[in-house]
């Protein structure tokens, strides 16, 4: 209500190059009218659109940003190159080639925009701490992949902290360790007390050490998670301890039809009841 006219006609102009027609304008406004409302510098909204576009983001994808990450058009159009250009470099500095550059970059920014609040130099030396500790070029770009750019809001300090405890807790050799970690990158990402909460609770479960140094992955289920997923488990006669952990993991969607085919193998009858019998047996 406290915006000028003239200045609400700039910003409807301004969201409407990346919108295709009016009423997908008015949806994106109701969404997160707050992000329309909010007028800043708009030059710098324009700019930082024309890069977006000639980056070669799609116009569904910025105008997601509008609603989603908004503070990123505030940025220093400048800012927002320079953090492009140092992505782009690591990326051909470790192997990656000109012909994927493109691709990879723009699905880095679609799953998290919010990277373009990093330096160059925290580019740098988080690159340069994955490969203190033992992890190729492409291993590393890997990683950056898996993880959607997020070590780039960590300091070293913080990774390092967290796969000391993870090596300690899961009593593992550094070759181990980082095997471990290309299975379940998380473990770079995730804080000690969130590591510490989750290996005690799968513990609690009657889950060896060993079983989750087998499947790391499962360290990225909350405990709720787990404990509902071993309840339903165990409904079906099935003890996780005494089995395989691959039956835990996976998104709810990919747990459910695991647990049918569960199910249908212990509800399978152990003869054909349509089959003749044999009357010399």
Not at 38 to 63: A, H, K, P, W
Not at 139 to 161: A, M, V, W, Y
Not at 229 to 241: A, D, E, F, T
Request: net charge neutral.
């Amino acid at each position: 209500m406290v915006c000028s006219p003239a200045a609400l006609a700039t910003q409807r102009e301004l969201w409407q190059l990346v919108c295709r027609s009016e009423q997908e304008l008015v949806t994106l406004i109701e969404r997160c009218p707050k992000a329309f409302f909010t007028i800043g510098d708009q030059e710098n909204l324009r700019l930082n659109v024309q890069f977006f576009q000639e980056l070669g983001l799609r116009n569904l994808v910025i105008s997601r940003f509008l609603t989603t990450a908004p503070s990123i058009f505030h940025n220093p159009v400048e800012n927002n190159k320079q953090m492009a250009r140092a992505l782009q470099e690591s990326f051909l500095s470790r192997g990656g080639s000109e012909a994927n550059m493109r691709v990879w970059l723009l699905k880095l920014l679609s799953q998290n925009p919010f990277i373009l609040f990093n330096s160059p130099a925290a580019v740098r030396e988080t690159l340069e701490f994955l490969q203190e500790q033992g992890f190729t070029d492409l291993e590393t770009l890997q990683l950056l992949s898996t993880l959607k750019g997020s070590l780039f809001h960590l300091c070293p300090r913080d990774i390092q902290n967290s796969i000391s405890f993870a090596q300690n807790a899961l009593e593992c050799t550094d070759p181990d360790l980082k095997q471990l970690v290309l299975k379940c990158p998380a473990l770079l990402y995730y804080s000690v007390p969130v590591l510490e909460e989750r290996i005690q609770g799968l513990v609690k479960e009657g889950i060896s050490i060993a079983q989750i140094r087998e499947t790391p992955m499962v360290l990225e289920l909350t405990p709720q998670i787990v404990q509902y997923r071993i309840r339903k488990l165990n409904l079906l006669g099935y003890r996780i301890k005494d089995g395989h952990l691959a039956d835990l993991n996976g998104t709810k969607k990919e747990f459910e039809a695991n647990l049918g085919k569960i199910q249908a193998k212990r509800e399978r009858p152990l003869f054909n009841p349509v089959a003749p019998l044999n009357v010399e047996e």
